[in-house]
């Protein structure tokens, strides 16, 4: 493994981390928190129906995920020696465009128009794959220091924020009109907006932060990936990320995908959807400047399990005695996702910490293999909350179509189902990081010195 020579790593690295994860969010959030919304409102399409398309998709991009995470290690694209980058470019154009597709209001009709509907998510799926995996993997090769990762976590978390809180927040507000009836028409221009930030961002990335790090492969050896699939067998704090990380993405996706209804059916003010995003601003700029400090002095899981402890408390209450005024709920739900805000900050850096897990432990080191394996877990939660929230609706009574008008009780269902996905989540999170996984601070510095002190004798695993 060789430190390339070139500018030391700064604050250039973190804006462009930061943008990386801005250019993936602005199609994956939007696609995420209204697709659904979209289809049954506007084209009319059936939310068991939808619930089998993402069951079928997200399932495929599953498999599909270590199978495209692999690429970056077994073959080289371009004639620089960067080992991520070269994919990024390759796969964020086809990004751009799916996510425009998923919100054209087509006039197709019957099986074309579940066709149609089932090509576009699917195209959108593999085309995120193709850039949210080298872009992650890249984290590794950007520094071996353990702060330096550190920051880049940060970063990353800061990005997808961003634009939730600065580009979603417009969305009810120009994609609803006064009575909440939805603007088909506007979610089309959002979305071409939105595909042309993602590829600016994707370029910015590309352009201002370095791949330091390149590994060389063994000579006469060939990439082996059942050598990395067994090395993630015995990856304990890497199985223990994943089952938290599925945690994560039923809040993150079915959260998303659920919050338009509950302000659009339950309280009747979609307006209310722009506080909830523009209220994420505070909660990320506290967690920006204490998580840091905190992590300083108590690690990075210890934090972890305490904001998830206090995220499950606060939620479960929600859940448990329905609120009936809006501004009330929006309020008491910020301040519950500080937990899940810190959980997002700190949760990448854990990834990185197992990469070196697995060269620790088993002297494997394959990145893009490995961290598509992590991935593995965010698609399966982001399968389980889709299905997940398009066959509740279902099984709720919610009617499709946007005239539609709900009963008493699929409205007082919406809101259970709604809040009943942070206390799930805060579950799973405090069981894969607080009994599976087992990087204490201790082990952690242990492991961070023994491989600084192979590195520097050139025994360090090889890709």
């Known amino acids: 493994m060789d430190q390339k020579k070139t500018r030391p790593f700064g604050i250039k690295d973190q804006i462009g981390y930061v943008c990386g994860d801005m250019a993936g969010s602005f199609v994956n959030l939007f696609v995420d928190a209204y697709f659904l919304t979209f289809c049954t409102y506007v084209l009319g399409i059936d939310p068991s129906w939808m619930a089998g398309l993402f069951l ?5 991009d599953a498999i599909n995920d270590p199978i495209m995470g692999s690429f970056p290690d077994r073959w080289h694209l371009g004639k ?8 990024i470019k390759l796969f964020m154009i086809p990004l751009a465009l799916s996510g425009v597709l998923c919100f054209a209001n087509v ?3 019957g099986i074309a128009l579940h066709a149609w509907v089932a090509f576009v998510y699917i195209l959108y799926g593999m085309s995120y794959t193709g850039t949210s995996m080298p872009f992650g993997a890249m984290a590794s090769v950007v520094s071996t220091d353990p702060i330096d990762r550190s920051k880049l976590s940060r970063a990353r978390s800061i990005g997808g924020t961003l634009v939730g809180i600065g580009a979603l927040s417009i969305v009810p507000v120009l994609c609803f009109d006064k009575n909440s009836n939805i603007i088909p028409e506007r979610f089309t221009m959002i979305a071409v907006v939105f595909g042309v930030l993602c590829i600016v961002c994707y370029l910015l990335l590309c352009n201002l932060t370095v791949e330091r790090v390149h590994q060389k492969d063994a000579p006469g050896e060939k990439f082996d990936y059942g050598k990395v699939l067994k090395a993630a067998l015995k990856n304990r704090p890497l199985i223990g990320v994943m ?7 039923l809040y993150i996706t079915g959260s998303s995908q659920l919050r338009s209804y509950i302000y659009k059916e339950y309280y009747q003010d979609t307006g209310m959807m722009t506080l909830a995003s523009l209220g994420s601003l505070p909660v990320m700029l506290i967690c920006f400047a204490l998580v840091p400090k905190i992590v300083d002095k108590f690690g990075k899981r210890n934090v972890i399990l305490v904001m998830s402890a206090y995220n499950l408390a606060l939620s479960a209450i929600i859940l448990l005695f329905p609120i009936p005024d ?4 929006t309020i008491l739900n910020l301040l519950a996702t500080i937990g899940q805000t810190a959980f997002t900050m700190l949760i990448w850096a854990l990834v990185t910490d197992c990469l070196d897990y697995s060269e620790w432990k088993m002297n494997v080191r394959s990145d893009g293999s490995m961290y598509s394996l992590y991935t593995f877990s965010r698609k399966i939660g982001s399968t389980i909350a889709s299905t997940g929230a398009a066959s509740a609706l279902a099984a709720i009574g919610y009617i499709a ?3 539609a008008v709900q009963s008493a009780a699929t409205v007082s269902n ?6 009943a996905v942070p206390v799930i989540t805060c579950i799973l999170e405090l069981i894969g990081i607080g009994l599976i996984f087992n990087l204490d601070n201790k082990t952690t510095h242990k492991m961070y010195d023994e491989l600084a002190q ?4 050139g025994t360090a695993a090889e890709a």
Not at 454 to 457: E, I, K, L
């Open 56 to 60: 079928i998709a997200r399932l495929w």
């Open 401 to 403: 179509g946007a005239g």
């Open 414 to 419: 919406i809101y259970y189902l709604v809040n």
């Open 107 to 109: 006039s197709f009709t």
């Open 454 to 457: 192979r590195r520097a004798s």
């Open 80 to 87: 620089s020696a960067d080992k991520f980058k070269p994919w």
């Open 243 to 249: 089952v938290a990380t599925i945690g994560s993405m």
């Open 326 to 329: 809006a501004f009330l709920y």
